[in-house]
């Protein structure tokens, strides 16, 4: 059974193992990831999935920097041999719900253009494309940026 949890300062060498597979093209530092994580609990919130055996398995993070602004989804990635089970369906749920906590008026992402498991993520979860930034991820890789009002 999969079990979610807030992350804490122990977890970052996960990440940074975790971000080199799944974001090859963009992986955080520890020293990124240390940074972020001395921000929680005021502005950002990272949470992991876990399987039986309390490995991580899903990871997400948001930043909401004030009440009454956009929240920015940070990361949401899964191992691939545990995907399609909606644990990514679920990490984004509970950002979305800190987010909502904090006052922010919608959330936004930057998806890689070509990344279609992911856009169909967020496309199932009522989020529209609104702009492409051209190179964002690097050269020849643009984002797509897709928002989702906040009630
Ligand atoms: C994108 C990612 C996080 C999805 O994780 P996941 O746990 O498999 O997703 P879920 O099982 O929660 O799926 C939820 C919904 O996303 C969509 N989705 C998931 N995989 C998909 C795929 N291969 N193609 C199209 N849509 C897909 C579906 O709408 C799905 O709902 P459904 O199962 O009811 O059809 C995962 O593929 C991943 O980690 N990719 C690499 C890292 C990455 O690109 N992260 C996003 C960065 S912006």
Redesign the pocket.
């Known amino acids: 059974m999969t079990t979610y949890r807030d992350a804490i300062a122990l977890d970052i060498p996960v990440f940074v193992s975790l971000d080199k597979q799944?974001?090859p093209y963009s992986p955080w530092s520890a020293a990124q990831y240390k940074e972020e994580f001395a921000e929680m609990p005021r502005t950002r919130h990272f949470v992991v999935a876990l399987d039986e055996a309390q490995s991580i398995i899903?990871y997400a993070g948001i930043l909401v920097p004030a009440a009454q602004v956009e929240a920015d989804?940070l990361?949401?990635?899964?191992?691939?041999a545990?995907?399609?089970?909606?644990?990514?369906?679920?990490l984004?749920a509970l950002i979305t719900d800190f987010a909502v906590d904090r006052q922010a008026t919608a959330m936004m992402?930057?998806?890689?253009s070509d990344?279609?498991?992911?856009?169909?993520?967020y496309?199932?979860?009522g989020y529209s494309k609104i702009s492409i930034r051209n190179n964002y991820f690097g050269s020849g890789l643009d984002a797509l940026i897709m928002r989702k009002e906040l009630p």
């Open positions: 799944l974001f899903g989804i990361t949401v990635g899964v191992l691939e545990h995907r399609g089970k909606g644990i990514a369906r679920h984004m992402l930057e998806v890689k990344n279609v498991e992911a856009i169909g993520l496309e199932s979860l």
